[in-house]
């Protein structure tokens, strides 16, 4: 009976756990060297078969309890690790591995994924909307987000990998055992491949002992937060059972000027989870997750402050902001409405808690999963299985960020994703000559994605040029024409592409063993190999022609768009004659490179011309209705052009959907990793590591544009020691990781708009955009150190640091910032040898917690939380304008409650010192920080 209590027992994680971190290759030898004889000299000097290191977690924390009633300081057990899907001591894994246990989290209330990454060193959170946020470990992962990208860092919750980066975002992570990130390249233990990193995610499992607790938080911004779980026996040593419940409601510190009751970053969030644990049999067991999130609406797109678009050019050169909200916003169109102004309400927002906007909508997301993990115990082997399913659901209605009617759907973007996944595996018992793990994984991937855009009437006078508004401008007809040059356009549009229909099938085999040559010399080695097969079936259409479908081109890259041939605007064709605006035809370039035009308008189309003319000017013109196009005027016909012209700008790159080039590769990893445990108390290892990321198979507007993979080695040098007659845990490592091919967005030859570009001037120059490509060479070295330190009666510190160096080696073609994008500069710009954007040099975390008994099992506790930045750039091109100056983020807590956890009421204070660092920034916006936000949390045990 015991034992099958035990099976999902919650992970063997000491009460203060430790975040390992790790350092940098060169100039560090003699300091590492320092601290590997201090410590073996600090070993020798100590028992070394004290038993404080042979207990486990439970022990541990009984020896805190009673070293704390002694107003002692407390000697540190063992720290526990689930990495390599099995319990082992932290200090036996030749890993740069950092945890952090569930209990820290909750005291914080630290549930997103956010705030468990501010607990983890050498580990970011890049922060966008629920689908473009992203992780990076040792600077290295932040971009932008493409939907047929594998994640740089993996997430595995409960041995299932999230292979999506939005599946991180989205979601409260409640009712948690520990929290790991494993730096460097994994996959030949841990399911579904990553190439940077992993965070390892280990909630409370089903149990036969009683279990329930609760939390409810009453904050500031009308916040309200509700967690709830518990279990325990069904059938008494056959089913148990665990539910988790979590509720996030509360509005956002920015408001909405024309809706108080909106907000930017609000939370509205439900989840919950059920799990059940069958033992039939000493030697099975059967664990079956079910969770839910149901679709609701956060506001985290928009969270930006405008600022004075700089009137200069990093050269000198004046920037005439011809399509910056500066000049837009001073058009008569705009002018009309007298509680709007540039200056008070679309640069400041009426102050940093409030914006003028009336469409800013929220962003809609909602997931399902399930999963079920069996386990044989044989003789002298344990098979697993684990099979799971994951969908989720993001759909996003954006504003421009003005009460006009511009844009009723900014960059709106709708996808289902689905993830189905199998894993089986074999392991050896621990303790022989060689103890492995080996199995099979599958997953196939499903992401059916469109990136929609919708205009309103007041599109046109806003995206308009400035020599199409003012001849649209000038009269009724002509504003006619400006109200439906784009109203009611609705497009899948191109961004990389509007539809995608992405399906991603990864099959591999994967080993691992650790070869036990004595007791004190592991050699561990793995060997991975993935086949990877990737199809995307992609295109961009009109979906809705609105109230100007008279207005679309004829045809734009062969795909017919119903509209009639006609001059946009006045054309040149020889040194005597110019086309005016608005003539019938077009304008072909001829072999020799002269120009003709061809009036090869259907009968269909000049029909479709003439009715055109009655729709707008059948007032002005004699003769009223039934007359022709011909019997415009110039400046009709002009008019005419420059609402064409406005609308063709807007519709952009259009094609028919077609299956891209697919990506089809088996990619191998492995590692090799010597470890010498020189005493109880010391433990060196080394490791290479290599991994590699799967290619993407997309398109560049309308081209396939296939990306290879990013291939990974990373290697590491580590020490991880107790010392201080086992009061502290000191963990250290050098790393250097050289990247090749690495996936990022940079510029590269747009094929479609040059081929239309010579199409009417042979002698046109290359065109680029910008997409995700592979950049030849990236590099991270630097050093790590992390630890845990109980010298202080009554108190556990947690630390971590690290200097870490992450540059481009070979970058050659990266986007111009804003400020170099002057007339006449080149089309991309060299940035090797530049740190890599997202990365600070200087990173360290602190953890403290602070516990005393006061009498009448009531217990006096106060936590604490620090984590410290350097400066970074938040920008992708690299813009002078993107840095990020150092920042601290302190978040705290103070309480009261009884000994035995059943009640407790605490003070928890997120950003203490309120530190208004923006998160991003360019030339002309930034975002800022989030404020400070206390409130008061009850919490126990029942």
Not at 781 to 800: C, H, K, Q, V
Request: hydrophobic share 35%.
């Amino acid at each position: 009976m015991s034992y099958r209590r035990n099976v999902y027992s919650p992970t063997l994680a000491a009460r203060f756990s430790t975040e390992t971190q790790h350092f940098s290759i060169k100039p560090i030898a003699f300091f590492i060297a320092s601290v590997f004889f201090s410590s073996a000299a600090a070993a020798q000097s100590t028992n070394s078969t004290s038993n404080n290191t042979a207990q486990n977690a439970a022990a541990t924390a009984t020896t805190a309890q009673n070293t704390t009633a002694e107003n002692k300081p407390l000697v540190l057990g063992v720290v526990t690790v689930r990495s390599r899907n099995r319990i082992e001591k932290l200090q036996d894994v030749p890993l740069s591995i950092s945890v952090v246990a569930g209990k820290e989290l909750e005291k914080l209330n630290a549930t997103d994924i956010s705030a468990l990454t501010q607990r983890l060193a050498n580990i970011s959170w890049n922060q966008g909307n629920q689908r473009t946020s992203s992780l990076s470990i040792r600077g290295i992962g932040k971009q932008g987000q493409t939907e047929a990208q594998d994640p740089a860092v993996g997430l595995i919750v409960d041995g299932f990998n999230y292979a999506y980066n939005a599946l991180s975002s989205s979601f409260d992570f409640t009712d948690i055992e520990t929290v790991e990130v494993t730096r460097g390249p994994q996959g030949t233990l841990l399911g579904k491949n990553s190439s940077i990193g992993a965070i390892n995610i280990t909630t409370k499992r089903p149990s036969f002992d009683p279990d329930f607790n609760y939390s409810i938080t009453l904050g500031e911004w009308d916040t309200v937060q509700g967690r709830f779980a518990g279990g325990g026996a069904v059938i008494e040593d056959l089913l148990a059972w665990r539910g988790t419940l979590s509720v996030s409601k509360g509005q956002g510190d920015i408001k909405n000027a024309y809706n108080s009751d909106e907000s930017i970053s609000n939370k509205e969030r439900v989840s919950g989870r059920v799990q059940f644990l069958l033992t039939p049999t000493e030697d099975f067991s059967a664990r079956f997750a079910f969770d839910v999130q149901p679709r609701a609406g956060e506001r985290t797109n928009g969270r930006t402050i405008y600022t004075p678009t700089p009137t200069k050019f990093s050269n000198g050169a004046d920037n005439p902001n011809t399509s910056d909200a500066s000049v837009r916003l001073t058009r008569r169109w705009f002018t009309q409405s007298p509680n709007y102004n540039y200056e008070d309400s679309y640069l400041y927002g009426g102050g940093k808690n409030e914006y003028n906007t009336d469409g800013r909508r929220p962003l809609i997301t909602g997931s399902n999963g399930a999963t079920a993990e069996l386990n044989w115990k044989l003789d002298t082997h344990t098979i697993t299985s684990i099979t799971a399913y994951k969908d989720y659901h993001f759909n996003a209605v954006n504003d421009e960020g003005t009460p006009f009617d511009i844009q009723r759907n900014s960059g709106g973007f709708f996808n289902d994703y689905k993830q189905v996944s199998q894993e089986l595996r074999l392991s050896s018992q621990q303790g022989e000559f060689v103890d492995y793990q080996a199995g099979l994984f599958y997953l196939d991937v499903n992401n059916v994605a469109e990136y929609q855009r919708v205009w309103g009437n007041d599109a046109g006078a806003w995206f308009a040029s400035n020599a199409q508004y003012n001849t649209l401008d000038k009269d009724s007809n002509g504003r006619y024409l400006l109200i439906n040059s784009l109203s009611g356009l609705d497009m899948a549009w191109n961004s990389p592409a509007g539809f995608q229909d992405i399906n991603n099938e990864s099959s591999a085999a994967f080993a691992q063993a650790n070869w036990n040559f004595t007791e004190q010399f592991v050699l561990t080695t793995g060997l991975r190999f993935t086949r990877e097969e990737r199809t995307n079936r992609t295109g961009t259409y009109i979906k809705d022609h609105g109230f100007g479908a008279e207005l679309n081109p004829a045809v734009v890259n062969n795909v017919n768009l119903g509209g009639f041939h006609s001059v946009n605007a006045a054309t040149k064709i020889n040194d005597t004659l110019t086309i005016p605006a608005g003539t019938l035809g077009r304008v072909v370039t001829n072999p020799d490179g002269t120009k003709t035009l061809v009036t090869d308008n259907s009968t269909a189309q000049l029909t479709l011309a003439d009715q055109l003319a009655n729709e707008y000017f059948a007032k002005t013109i004699s003769g009223a209705p039934g007359d022709t196009y011909a019997s415009l005027t110039a400046a009709q016909k002009a008019q005419v052009g420059a609402a064409k012209a406005l609308r063709q700008s807007q519709i952009g790159v259009v094609f028919d959907e077609f299956d891209v080039e697919p990506y089809e590769k088996t990619l191998p990893s492995f590692v090799i990793s010597p470890t010498y445990k020189w005493n109880e108390k010391l433990t060196t290892y080394a490791s290479w590591q290599h991994g590699e990321k799967a290619g993407i198979a997309q398109a560049t507007n309308g081209i396939s544009n296939l990306v290879t993979e990013e291939k990974i080695d990373a290697y590491e040098l580590g020490i991880k020691s107790l010392l201080l007659d086992n009061t502290l845990v000191f963990n250290l490592a050098l790393f250097q990781m050289n990247i090749k091919d690495y996936q990022q967005t940079s510029r590269i030859f747009d094929e479609y708009s040059t081929t239309l570009a010579r199409q009417a001037e042979p002698k046109a120059v290359d065109i680029y955009t910008n997409a995700t490509a592979n950049i030849p060479k990236v590099e991270a070295r630097g050093i790590e150190i992390d630890g845990i330190y109980s010298g202080i009666p009554n108190t556990t510190l947690r630390f971590a640091g690290a200097i870490t160096d992450a540059e481009y080696v070979e970058f050659t073609n990266s986007a111009q910032p804003s400020e170099d994008s002057f007339p006449g500069a080149d089309p991309y710009k060299d940035v090797s040898g530049e740190t890599l954007p997202g990365a600070s040099k200087y990173s360290f975390n602190i953890g403290a917690d602070y516990r005393l008994p006061i009498g009448n099992g009531k217990e006096f506790h106060t936590n604490l939380n620090a984590q410290y930045n350097s400066k970074y750039n938040s920008d992708n091109s690299l813009s002078s304008y993107g840095w990020i100056e150092g920042r601290t983020l302190v978040d705290f807590g103070i309480g009261i409650g009884n000994s035995d956890q059943t009640f407790d009421v605490s003070l928890i204070v997120k950003n203490l010192f309120d530190d208004d660092t923006p998160s991003t920034r360019t030339w002309n916006s930034y975002t800022p920080a989030n404020p400070r936000w206390a409130a008061i949390s009850f919490s126990g045990r029942f």
